[in-house]
């Protein structure tokens, strides 16, 4: 009985990985500058419903850069289906001057795409290795292929590269049944937050946040682009004053005299030479907007009338000018032991910082102090969940894109434990744990409105808000901020995927219009009547927010583009949102919409 048993257990064993039809072409460029390909047959994981593609690190050890090619990502000329990418932009089979498109290498909403052609539709979730990955698309020879591409030169393979792919039934094929699978594993594999319904009754800065539109407010900023790309304390251009701490308080006020009766206030550029100025140094308070004594009387004024009110601060870059530079000790290092160079910014030249130098350093000096001048609320972290961690070569502090992200989410985390909850610029899911709120999800949809540069790109597909709604907070898109200012294209967003509205005074603020990728429609606070005429768009939008605000906690189940220009969202408790963006009005099962308008129909 024993051997028996042994021998079935052996038989589990020996047929726990077996080999089915789908294959995927390794394009493997070697560290010596060979180059291989090979296909290879995928694994069925036994008892489980996807086909895995995994390579150890030991095979990987030589390896600079390996692509991979699903036999099931590749379509032709004219052939129905698409690609979506994991920002949501969906890809056609009908643009046979498409050449090629990568994904931007720092990018990483969600590490799932969506692959569906004649022959059948898959969800590939890259589980291993993703922040090394990059979704290419390509057509070449009337063919379009979709492909990751990990690049590994110099990071090496520290861990497997795992991808499973999940086929889709038919009926239950499309990028909504995609996303719902996602989410599901995301719940499986224990990366999501419990839904808002839940924790909102545990955190009174997160229901509040659900009630309330954020108000952003940028204070002072050193001009942009710089004129002065290596600061010093001796050329360091001059701040733009545009709000003051007093200032702040009149924007209270008139808040209060129009009538909007929950908001959360963010302040941008409070810190020491303003927005961008110089981080990750924050302190002393900005002496022309009033100095510390000053900030401290307008955080205590706004939250005596009601208003939560809470901090921008930035622990992903560092600047020469900042009293934290030390000659570059603590910024990431490239393999070769050169500095991190990112852009050019309002405080010079910006740099990469390492993620463990960022959080054991800074953050926990920084933001305790913060903390102590009074704001509380959904604290806000710049840049930390819109882009793949760095990756820090320094041997004194090495850190690869994996522990980036477990630093990122200690940092969020922490604000949570000492403001109340969380905030950043993005909706990253490797940090979905330890966010509530997403100042905007993507900004893909500036592409989707630029048809001379992008004509490949059909539409966005809101795969994020189906597996974050009802988890997360959100506005969706840089665009859609100031919404009520904005063209119908990018409005009617809010209300198509259940978002918390976001405005912002002073958004616009490079020189170069064409540089604002929030758009040029603003708020500001010039003089009276300016500030007046900015409220009242804040009104307007608080009011139209009041009619989706429950739909927050609901999650998104399906997506459907009903006609040219109209499309459903429908939700968990049943609410269809029929948004139609056309100059003329659509009818849905009997009921008009209007024009560049929507319906809310339960």
Not at 559 to 579: F, I, N, P, Q, W
């Amino acid at each position: 009985m024993k051997k028996l048993l042994i021998a079935v257990v052996a038989a589990v064993v020996a047929m726990s990985c077996c080999e089915v039809k789908e294959s995927v072409e390794l394009r493997f460029t070697r560290n010596d500058g060979t180059v291989t390909t090979e296909v290879r047959p995928l694994k069925r994981v036994w008892f489980e419903e996807y086909v895995r593609l995994e390579l150890s690190s030991e095979e990987l050890a030589d390896v600079a850069k390996v692509e991979v090619t699903p036999s099931f990502a590749r379509a032709n000329d004219g052939e129905e289906g698409y690609f979506v990418a994991e920002d949501g932009l969906l890809y056609g089979f009908k643009h046979s001057g498409m050449g090629e498109y990568k994904r931007d290498a720092k990018n990483l909403r969600m590490s799932m795409s969506c692959l569906k052609t004649e022959r059948g539709a898959y969800l590939a979730i890259a589980k291993s290795l993703q922040f090394e990955s990059v979704q290419t698309y390509r057509h070449k020879e009337g063919e379009y292929s979709f492909s990751y591409i990990y690049d590994l030169e110099h990071c090496g393979a520290y861990e497997p590269l795992v991808i499973d792919f999940y086929p889709m039934p038919k009926g239950a094929d499309d990028y909504s049944a995609m996303a719902r699978r996602y989410r599901e594993y995301l719940i499986e594999s224990n990366q999501m937050p419990q839904m808002l319904k839940e924790r909102v009754g545990e955190n009174e800065h997160l229901r509040y946040a659900s009630e309330s539109p954020e108000i952003r407010i940028r204070l002072g900023w050193k001009p942009v682009p710089t004129p002065v790309e290596h600061q010093t304390l001796e050329n360091e251009p001059e701040m733009r004053v545009a709000v003051t701490f007093d200032q702040v308080k009149d924007i209270v006020d008139e808040l209060k005299r129009q009538g909007v009766e929950a908001a959360e206030l963010c302040l941008v550029g409070w810190n020491h030479k303003g927005h961008d100025g110089r981080y990750p140094t924050v302190f002393p308070v900005e002496p022309t907007l009033g100095g510390e004594e000053k900030l401290r009387e307008c955080i205590k004024y706004a939250q005596e009338n009601g208003y939560r009110i809470v901090a921008h601060t930035n622990h992903t870059d560092i600047y020469e000018i900042s009293s934290d530079w030390n000659n570059g000790a603590d910024a990431a290092k490239n393999p070769d032991g050169s500095l991190q160079a990112n852009r050019a910014w309002s405080g010079g030249q910006m740099f990469n910082i390492c993620y463990k130098q960022s959080h054991d350093k800074y953050f926990l000096d920084y933001e305790p102090k913060v903390a102590e001048l009074g704001f509380r609320g959904l604290e806000y972290i710049d840049v930390l969940s819109i882009i793949k961690p760095h990756a820090c070569y320094d041997a004194a502090h090495p850190c690869n894109r994996r522990e980036g992200a477990e630093y990122a989410n200690k940092m969020l985390q922490g604000l949570r434990d000492m403001f109340g909850g969380s905030q950043s610029e993005g909706g990253c899911y490797f940090v979905a744990k330890s966010l509530d709120y997403a100042m905007y999800v993507t900004m893909a949809l500036n592409r989707l409105d630029n048809k001379d540069k992008y004509p490949y790109i059909d539409d966005y597909a809101p795969i994020w808000h189906i597996v974050f709604n009802g988890y997360l907070l959100h506005n969706p898109a840089s665009q859609t901020v100031n919404f009520t200012l904005k063209e119908p294209f990018y409005a009617l967003r809010n209300v198509e995927y259940a978002a918390r509205p976001m405005f912002y005074f002073y958004s616009a603020f490079v020189d170069n219009p064409k540089k604002n990728w929030m758009g040029n429609a603003d708020i500001t606070y010039k003089d009276r009547a300016d500030l007046e005429k900015s409220v009242a768009a804040i009104k307007q939008g608080y009011d139209e927010f009041k009619k989706w605000e429950h739909l927050q906690f609901e999650t998104m189940e399906q997506h459907d583009k009903l006609a040219e220009g109209v499309y459903c969202s429908t939700y968990s408790d049943g609410t269809r949102v029929v948004v139609n963006y056309n100059k003329e009005p659509y009818t849905f099962e009997g009921i008009e919409v209007a024009s560049e308008n929507y319906i809310i129909k339960k």
